[in-house]
């Protein structure tokens, strides 16, 4: 089981950066691969990012793209999620989740942090 704790939420203007980290206990998760997800106030969960185990296949949401860097360091077993250019529109709790090499269904949440981008 893989247990995942993110970290680096807080309040930014506009314009400012963020760094999230997304750390797994319980085993390594260095074979998996790794999505951002936020929920914003009122709204569904949304994709964000997604990194595969060795970095080789990364996605972004178009409105991401240019702006947040995803990347991961395995022998840290933490993945992370640099948002640079921040929105007030990005204000959500974002999550980090582990797809199941199983299911192929990302089957690992985070309980996810705050980001708040004021104007």
């Known amino acids: 089981q893989v247990q995942l704790v993110e970290s680096g939420g807080g309040l930014a203007q506009a314009g400012g950066s963020l760094r999230l980290s997304c750390a797994a206990s319980g085993r390594t998760f260095s074979s998996n691969p790794v999505g951002w997800f936020r929920q914003a106030p009122g709204k569904g969960r949304e994709y964000v990012a997604s990194i595969s185990s060795s970095s080789g296949t990364i996605y972004y949401e178009d409105s991401v793209k240019g702006r947040f860097t995803i990347s991961r360091d395995n022998a840290k077993n933490t993945v992370y999620l640099q948002m640079d250019a921040l929105k007030p529109e990005d204000t959500a709790v974002y999550y980090c989740?582990?797809?199941?090499?199983?299911?192929?269904?990302?089957?690992?949440w985070g309980q996810g942090t705050q980001v708040t981008v004021s104007s």
């Open positions: 989740a582990a797809e199941s090499l199983e299911s192929g269904d990302y089957e690992y």
